[in-house]
């Protein structure tokens, strides 16, 4: 069946330093790769997205990266701060909306 | 304003009662969803209605039962609560057409006890 890995599950980054979380989808007719911020006590919010037409897409200090061929997409963030502490959700769209597992990432000042 | 808006914000109640959440949302978007997210934070679908119509029915117990009397309203009934409910429900919604951004509500937390 479709399923969405995502990794690392916990991240913990110094301020200053870059972050990426990677995902792995399995269903080929995905074209759709967003990825959900979801701060403590919050609902998820989107940050990022990306098309199957497109191989990167950047907002300022977050980009997200799509390989196609091996399926998977990433979302790098630069130059972290602590309000960027929050829970990372990949979400993958095809016939069913299946979140990624999701990454704790802590940055510490 | 609130774009897509949920109540209860907290629902504490017993086991084998029966409990309904309300969603609305004021974004004029096509389709509503039901997610629940567990303790360990793993966000799940459960159901997806696109103008008032069922489209995704994920594997839920029966006892929860949705109910869309209009396309800005997606409903959520449970029956006979058990403990393994206990979990936030994100109500959320998007505009459809091949526009997936989704629009989450700021969460039911459902405590069983």
């Known amino acids: 069946g479709e399923n969405v890995e995502q990794h690392p599950s916990t991240l913990s980054v110094q301020e200053g330093d870059s972050a990426v979380i990677k995902c792995t989808y399995s269903d080929s007719a995905s074209n759709y790769f967003p990825w959900y911020k979801q701060e403590l006590g919050k609902r998820p919010q989107l940050i990022i997205d990306?098309?199957?037409?497109?191989g990167e897409k950047k907002d300022q200090r977050i980009a997200v990266t799509l390989n196609k061929t091996a399926k998977h997409f990433s979302l790098h963030i630069t130059e972290t701060q602590p309000e960027d502490s929050a829970v990372y959700f990949c979400l993958d769209v095809a016939y069913k909306y299946i979140f990624g597992t999701g990454t704790r990432l802590k940055v510490l000042a | 304003d609130t774009a897509v808006s949920q109540t209860p914000k907290y629902l504490v109640t017993q086991m084998g009662n029966d409990k309904s959440i309300k969603c609305e949302q004021n974004l004029g978007h096509d389709t509503m969803y039901w997610y629940k997210q567990d303790s360990k934070k793993f966000l799940k679908i459960m159901f997806s209605?696109?103008?008032?119509?069922?489209?995704i029915n994920e594997t839920v117990p029966n006892r929860f039962s949705p109910k869309s009397p209009d396309k800005a309203h997606l409903n959520l009934h449970i029956n006979s609560l058990e403990l393994g409910d206990s979990a936030v429900y994100f109500c959320a919604s998007s505009q459809g057409g091949g526009n997936y951004e989704q629009y989450f509500g700021p969460g039911t937390r459902l405590t069983v006890t």
């Open positions: 990306i098309r199957s037409n497109v």
């Open positions: 209605y696109n103008n008032k119509e069922l489209i």
